[in-house]
């Protein structure tokens, strides 16, 4: 489930991978651009992935995407705590970047390749000795997503 605050007893599950959480808990995924070729990147890498340059510098990326794939995962593989089934996507945004995540704000049955989404917190439970950790999912995009847009 998305949450609408940052709190100090949750661990970024990848830390500067995202922009800190607005009042809605909507985040902006980071992600890098080259300075040699312009390729943009996410996650953030330490060269480019086209001409293998060292010169990228940090991009904010947009909220908005589209859903391109999905699978709805109904087994927990080890080590998560979170609710089951869940649905893991593919979604492509600014037009070049994909992103793999969990997809959040409605039925896992209702989920449709196309679906407009907007990334936001999420907050997934951890074991019985560990704290919860916060990462970023994608959810239905609303229309304040859109006219922010």
Avoid at 33 to 48: D, K, Q, S
Wanted: hydrophobic share 40%; net charge positive; glycine share 8%.
């Amino acid at each position: 489930m998305p949450v609408n605050r940052s709190s100090p007893e949750i661990a970024e599950l990848q830390p500067g991978v995202t922009t800190e959480p607005g009042t809605r808990g909507d985040v902006r995924l980071v992600g890098r651009r080259c300075t040699a070729c312009g390729v943009r990147v996410f996650p953030a890498r330490l060269r480019c992935v086209s001409c293998f340059s060292e010169r990228l510098e940090r991009v904010v990326l947009s909220r908005l995407g589209k859903v391109d794939a999905f699978t709805v995962v109904r087994e927990a593989p080890p080590g998560y705590h979170g609710p089951v089934p869940y649905v893991l996507g593919q979604v492509v945004f600014d037009n070049d970047i994909v992103a793999l995540s969990h997809l959040v704000g409605k039925p896992v049955d209702d989920w449709r390749r196309g679906d407009i989404v907007a990334s936001y917190v999420l907050e997934l439970p951890a074991g019985s000795k560990q704290v919860p950790h916060r990462t970023f999912a994608f959810q239905p995009a609303s229309p304040q997503d859109l006219a922010e847009a």
